[in-house]
């Protein structure tokens, strides 16, 4: 049998005084030090967007893609078909190397209360995620950028593709041979303006019956039929699926930031009117109209069983993330990735000091992004 010592003071303040006339004995036995962490947004781009490649060579990469080219031609009595031969384009893939440094010192680990070394690790890691999540964000949505050198250079400054209004762009960074211009767009972007079957700078391709009018015509950065910083509208997104359609993509997903999302909820596609039943049956059941669950039949039912507003809006996955730019909201077909990824080398670890472990070392890695299949995407861009 154990007898308890009276007088032992713990954090809880459990114990006393006045066992030991006053004179307990204060001991600190379960304090512990503890980090809160910040919040992380995350947003998968990768499984999103793009379609990863690995590749044994360094420096610029080539993609090439087939184009309709071949046709049959009606022979006359004694005549040979003329000879034709199959039309290609290739999309060059710019590869360059990001790293990080971590400053992590002998004495560090040494002294700290916390596990410095996991500490560093963890933030490298969450640091890696963040540059890749706004690297292929501001591909995808053309916004311009000097430090990951997105959107259209001219004049030596990164620009962000702007909006198409009338059947003109805002700017001329935003023409179809400025984009396809390795040079001007590394990370190139979707379809631009001006676009034509011929011209050896262009990236559009024949589709059906569809003519090089209205396919030119249904380019991608777009400006909003609203103003407004956040503005959204379910015109914008109607017209967007059939610009895609034309050339024989189906747009599966719908991307758009909090801002966005807050106008998409005030909209009175989703406050329909209820019934003089339904508000009758509310009275009746103490007064309360709304829906009080999951089961209620009525406009909001659906929306309590779901957690909130349905997923899904004229077939689109709905996908609302901070990471999507303010004043840009974005429809794509996801059923094909219209981003190529090619890695050189994954991140890795280099040791400055051998034997030293993280102390003076650094992590880099080797890639290159780029959109190569231009009608993948419609960018609709508040004025």
Not at 139 to 164: K, M, N, R
Not at 276 to 289: I, L, R
Not at 313 to 342: E, H, Q
Request: proline share 4%; aromatic share 8%; glycine share 10%.
């Amino acid at each position: 049998m154990v007898d308890a010592t009276p007088g032992l003071l713990t954090t809880l303040n459990t114990g006393s005084y006045a066992n030991t006339g006053g004179t307990g004995e204060r001991v600190l036995i379960d304090y512990k030090d503890a980090i809160i962490d910040y919040k992380v947004a995350d947003l998968p781009v990768m499984q999103f967007f793009a379609d990863p490649m690995s590749t044994d060579t360094g420096g610029n990469i080539d993609i090439t893609f087939g184009k309709p080219s071949m046709k049959l031609e009606q022979l006359e009595e004694g005549t040979t078909p003329q000879y034709q031969h199959t039309k290609l384009r290739s999309e060059r893939v710019a590869v360059k190397e990001w790293g990080i440094a971590i400053g992590v010192t002998r004495r560090m680990i040494e002294d700290s209360r916390f596990n410095e070394v996991e500490m560093a690790l963890n933030e490298a890691r969450r640091a890696v995620d963040r540059h890749m999540t706004q690297h292929v964000t501001n591909v995808v949505f053309g916004v311009g950028d000097a430090t990951l050198q997105t959107g259209i250079l001219s004049g030596g400054v990164y620009s962000d593709i702007t909006e198409q209004t009338g059947g003109a762009y805002l700017a001329a960074t935003s023409d179809e041979s400025n984009i396809s211009d390795f040079s001007k767009a590394e990370n190139g972007g979707f379809l631009g303006a001006k676009a034509t079957f011929s011209s050896t700078a262009s990236r559009l391709d024949q589709y059906a019956n569809q003519s090089v009018a209205i396919l030119s015509g249904a380019a991608s950065y777009n400006a909003c039929t609203s103003t407004g910083a956040d503005s959204f509208t379910l015109t914008d997104v109607a017209a967007s699926i059939s610009r895609m359609s034309k050339h024989g993509y189906n747009a599966t997903h719908l991307f758009i930031n909090p801002g966005q999302y807050e106008n998409m909820l005030k909209m009175a596609d989703f406050a329909t009117a209820f019934t003089a039943a339904q508000s009758s049956a509310g009275v009746a059941n103490g007064g309360n109209v709304m829906p009080t669950d999951a089961g209620s039949m009525n406009p909001f039912g659906t929306m309590l069983s779901t957690g909130g507003i349905v997923g899904q809006i004229y077939g689109l996955t709905v996908v609302v993330n901070a990471w999507v730019p303010s004043g840009r909201f974005g429809v794509f077909d996801l059923s094909v990735k219209p981003m190529a990824y090619v890695e050189r080398r994954p991140l890795t670890v280099e040791e400055a000091n051998p034997g030293f472990g993280i102390i003076g070392s650094y992590m880099s890695m080797r890639y290159g992004l780029k959109v190569v299949r231009p009608e993948a995407g419609q960018i609709v861009i508040s004025p």
